[in-house]
């Protein structure tokens, strides 16, 4: 069964860091590229940042660009996401998803909550 | 590219058949999926290729649709289905995706 997992979610402080971790099993996690969605409480989906399989190429929406690096581990099958300066509006869930070939999304993890909040 | 969907609620009783829309701001062929997203759990893939159902999904779910306009359509609504759905376009990077309808009990 294909399982994403994450964590580090947790309670930060305007301007505060964090790193979220997901850790992928039941398929062979090199052959994809992976993303991170996230949804802020009672809203929609925004997809954040995306990492090919080998980690040499990533991209980010553009209200992250700076502030969040994606990377992975592929020996230990595991996605992150650094997050730095955080602001009230990074207040989401987040979830790990893998990247489909065309672009869409499946599966998705559970997700982890950050709350950034003074 | 901006995804719109509508109607923001869908009020349909069990049985009966359910419409939801979603439009493109600009054209984009066929790279559109549909997700399903219950309380509590993350959303599920249902159709990419804005007509092809993923695996495991049932054939009352059906999606149609190219270029801006698209319609997700279930035919026999069942208990299991009052969920929001997402629309989400892969035409164009960044992935964009729609607001979500709410698919209610009526």
């Known amino acids: 069964e294909v399982q994403l997992v994450e964590s580090g979610g947790g309670v930060v402080r305007p301007g505060g860091s964090l790193r979220l971790s997901c850790a992928a099993s039941?398929?062979?996690?090199?052959?994809?590229?992976m993303s991170w969605v996230r949804q802020g409480p009672g809203k929609g989906l925004e997809w954040v940042s995306g990492?090919?399989?080998?980690?040499?190429?990533?991209e980010y929406v553009d209200s992250v660009k700076g502030r969040f690096t994606i990377s992975r581990d592929n020996s230990k099958n595991s996605l992150y996401l650094q997050m730095n300066s955080l602001r009230a509006e990074d207040t989401a869930f987040y979830h790990c998803?893998?990247?489909?070939?065309?672009?869409?999304?499946?599966?998705w993890g559970q997700g982890t909550l950050v709350t950034v909040s003074s | 590219i901006v995804m719109t969907q509508s109607p923001a609620t869908l009020s349909v009783s069990p049985g009966e058949r359910a419409t939801l829309s979603c439009r493109a701001s600009?054209?984009?062929?066929?790279?559109l999926a549909w997700y399903q997203q219950k309380p509590g759990q993350a959303p599920r893939l249902l159709i990419y290729?804005?007509?092809i159902r993923a695996t495991g999904i049932p054939t009352r779910f059906s999606g149609s649709g190219s270029g801006t306009e698209f319609t997700l359509t279930i035919s026999i609504l069942q208990s299991e289905d009052f969920a929001v759905y997402y629309c989400?376009?892969?035409?164009?990077?960044?992935?964009?995706f729609g607001q979500g309808t709410k698919l209610e009990i009526k």
């Open positions: 998803v893998r990247d489909g070939t065309l672009g869409f999304f499946d599966p």
């Open positions: 039941g398929f062979t996690f090199d052959d994809y590229g």
């Open positions: 990492i090919n399989w080998n980690g040499v190429s990533t």
């Open positions: 600009q054209g984009i062929i066929s790279n």
């Open positions: 290729g804005a007509s």
């Open positions: 989400q376009q892969y035409n164009k990077w960044p992935p964009t």
